[in-house]
């Protein structure tokens, strides 16, 4: 049975406070809760964090709803043990500031925690998201002003959607192109 909208809204909002604890950036409206707003710029969430988790090809869609639900816990329990008031109109994780979701992530991620791996899987595709827009092709990434491309500085492509570098890295050809090599650059 799928999710109802209340559900599905409390999964988004739980994974995009996870994914902008991962990769902080910019409130994205005032009164934005999800996002805490702890770095200038975009972070994971306006990279595409929720889309690339929700991208069939990760493997961990049919997870998202105990990812969240799971996070949920983990936070109600940190607020309890550190005697923290949570606003119930949030979901628990989202209710957290940024110092305290970064504690609590800091906890499952540690080597001892014995959920990390799930922990660090999702902490991965966070990062993904920001550092390649795994979930998208690079030219429209760029295109749209992506932000973690942008920050990392990746250059647009030419016209025909393909990239050219006319200076080598490290300053001088590596081998020579094979003589058989196609016009595209492909062996032949």
Known sequence: ??????????????????????????????????????????????AGAIELLEWDATGVTEGLDDYARLLNDHARSYAEEHDLAVDESVPPFVALSFEHRTALVGRLVSPAHPEKEFW?????????????????????????????????????PGPDRLWRFPAFSYGRPLA?????????GSPA
């Open 1 to 46: 049975m799928p999710p109802s909208s209340a559900e599905q809204q409390v999964r988004t909002t739980t994974l995009e406070a996870f994914a902008d604890t991962i990769v902080p950036g910019e409130k994205r409206f005032d009164g934005d809760r999800a996002v805490a707003g702890a770095a200038p710029g975009g972070g994971a969430v306006a």
């Open 120 to 156: 660090v899987l999702l902490t991965l595709f966070s990062n993904m998201a920001f550092d390649s827009a795994a979930h998208l092709h690079t030219a429209d990434a760029i295109a749209s002003g992506h932000p973690g491309l942008a920050a990392m500085g990746v250059t647009a």
């Open 176 to 184: 020579r192109t094979h003589p058989d090599t196609t016009p595209s």
